[in-house]
């Protein structure tokens, strides 16, 4: 397919914005991103204050995202806490990309009948785990037992669901069933945890660490689950509107991507402390850098989505009734991300 010409863009301004996307109502993307509208054109994008986001924080924190986009687009980021509330801050307007995981991704293109959203290049893979109380040893053991996810729906929440499934657990969406899974934002999972209010969490990292610290045991590894120990943990996607509307912007949000990318795999230390500090500007406290570190080994950064996880992902999600079966034709564009890697002699990835 033939791209369209890039567009001229004509703001001199880069505007950093963090706060907590709401959900809403309105249209798919904001009105500055309409195409054949004059002015600045503004990308808001999102992503999740977490380690497996660490090439969107150190791409904000570090200005890659700024200079790749360059003088005429203005930037605006907000942070969230779980994939479902992204993907209603995409469908309501508030919102044109996110760093997001595998099955909000799939639960934003299902409801749009494929309509709405693209993946355009992966993040990352692993670092995610079920922690538990030490007493705990075994999967029969948390009969009767309250366990942790960032939200449901999210890709932890139906990491967890399916993989008690397949164990001979019941689990149910009201919180019922043979284990409660108790849907709370990561930070307050800490705080419950400690308190003996749960018993676990299948959470992603830095709280997996968090969790151990506190006197937890990794009962799950997820990378244990997947063939050769990949699975998308975060991936980019655009709202297909803003991708249709400036095509030119998400090819050089693209850019912005596999550079913070490079530098994450080139440059650990550095972005090892920019997580910390830029953690520390949304939550009022740095992330402490033993902990990064410590949850460090459990990650792999990289461009490819690994669209067969995501496929898989969604099977499972179906298996436990948290959506229904729907094809994945045309989720995926990938030109972008194959034009950048190829002009950097980078190995391509094959579109699904």
Same mark, same amino acid.
């Given at each position: ?140 053991? =948390?009969?009767?037992? /309250?366990? !942790?996810? #960032?939200? $449901?729906?999210? +890709?932890? &929440? ?130 402490? =850098?033993?902990?990064? /570190?410590? !949850?460090? #080994?459990? $990650?792999?950064? +990289?461009? &490819? ?48």
């Amino acid at each position: 397919m033939k791209r369209p010409p890039l567009r001229r863009l004509v703001s001199l301004a880069t505007l950093a914005v963090l706060g907590l996307a709401t959900a809403g109502t309105t249209a798919a993307c904001g009105d500055d991103s309409e195409a054949g509208t004059s002015g600045p054109v503004t990308l808001r994008l999102g992503y999740f204050p977490n380690i497996t986001h660490a090439p969107a924080v150190v791409g904000v924190e570090k200005g890659i995202f700024a200079e790749k986009l360059g003088s005429g687009v203005r930037l605006e980021t907000k942070t969230f806490n779980a994939g479902p509330a992204a993907v209603e801050a995409i469908f309501s307007g508030a919102l044109d990309a996110t760093y997001i995981g595998p099955n909000p991704t799939v639960n934003a293109f299902s409801k749009s009948r494929g309509e709405a959203v693209r993946v355009v290049s992966g993040a990352a893979s692993g670092g995610v785990a079920l922690v538990v109380k030490p007493e705990i040893t075994s999967v029969e053991q =948390l009969r009767g037992k /309250k366990i !942790a996810t #960032p939200q $449901l729906g999210n +890709t932890q &929440d139906v990491a967890l669901r399916y993989w008690l499934k397949e164990k001979g657990l019941r689990t149910t969406k009201e919180g019922g069933g043979d284990v409660t899974i108790v849907p709370q934002e990561n930070a307050q999972t800490v705080e419950t945890f400690g308190s003996g209010a749960i018993d676990g969490a299948w959470v992603p990292e830095p709280f997996v660490s968090r969790l151990v610290n506190a006197g937890g045991r990794a009962l799950v590894d997820e990378r244990d689950l997947w063939p050769d120990r990949k699975f998308v943990i975060t991936n980019l996607i655009v709202s297909t509107r803003f991708l249709k509307a400036h095509p030119d912007v998400v090819q050089k949000l693209v850019e912005g991507q596999v550079a913070a990318n490079e530098y994450v795999n080139t440059r650990p230390d550095e972005s090892q402390q920019a997580i910390s500090t830029h953690i520390g500007r949304i939550t009022g406290k740095p992330l402490d =850098l033993k902990l990064i /570190k410590q !949850a460090w #080994p459990t $990650l792999e950064f +990289t461009n &490819d989505p690994i669209a067969s996880s995501l496929k898989t992902g969604l099977e499972h999600a179906v298996a436990v009734g948290l959506t229904q079966p729907v094809s994945l034709d045309g989720l995926y564009d990938l030109r972008y991300l194959n034009e950048v890697l190829a002009a950097q002699g980078k190995t391509t990835v094959v579109q699904p």
